[in-house]
């Protein structure tokens, strides 16, 4: 139960980091400097209670204490989501929940970076090697699945380039789902993503939408089912 809690706790706080840094690094800035957080539209630096994940959102009623203008909802459904996954994923063994705490930090940049950029860094799908020490049987795939899979990519990617639908990042990212999970679990991720890009289309009614924030809630959705 310790390790549980502390796994939660211990995931929000990052995730508040995470997203910070994802924002940070593709506005050319490093993630420390400079060292408070500050509001996006008045530029005030913000005490140390407003950075309190979830609750300093709450606390403000979902405005900024300074200039009352609306801070987005990304930030602070972000924290609830990795609090509510490692919750789901954790278990009393540390070295698991160690594990958890990286790929849902992994996850969570890969999503904002595509959110706040429109891009993903290649080099941070690194970080999910441990994806599959998390998923309960995980086995290496046989060669046959591999070449079906490599087949289903190579389908997907010709998709790609006749009909700009996905991304060059989306595609990567499904590579990497492809080598981790079975197809079956691969396409069900995927139609989940399809599924909640296409209701954030007709919340939000924009033209690009980002697809790797819907493909990293989708993977999590479906390792915790
Ligand atoms: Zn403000």
Known sequence: MLTKSFTIILTVCLASFTVLCAQRIGN??????????????????LAWWQ?????????????CHFCRQRIAVYNPLCEL??????????????FHSFLVVLVIQALL?????????GYL??????????????????TWPSLTTLLSDLLFLGLLT?????????????????????LTFEIESTV????????GTLLAFFHSHQERLPFLPALCLATLIVISY
């Open 51 to 63: 950075l309190i994940p979830l609750l300093g959102w709450i606390v403000q009623g979902g405005h």
């Open 109 to 117: 940049f890969i999503a904002s970076c595509d959110y706040y950029h």
């Open 28 to 45: 050319d800035q490093s993630p420390w400097s400079p060292p408070r957080s500050y509001c996006d539209r008045c530029h005030h630096p």
């Open 81 to 94: 989501a990795s609090g509510f996954f490692a919750w789901r994923l954790s278990d009393p063994e540390l």
């Open 188 to 195: 069900l991720i995927i139609l989940l993503a399809c599924l």
């Open 121 to 138: 860094y290649p080099l941070s799908l690194i970080a999910l090697l441990p994806l599959p020490l998390i998923i309960p049987n995980w």
């Open 158 to 178: 010709i998709m790609v380039t006749r009909f700009h639908g996905l991304g060059g990042g989306d595609v990567l990212f499904i590579a990497v789902l492809l």
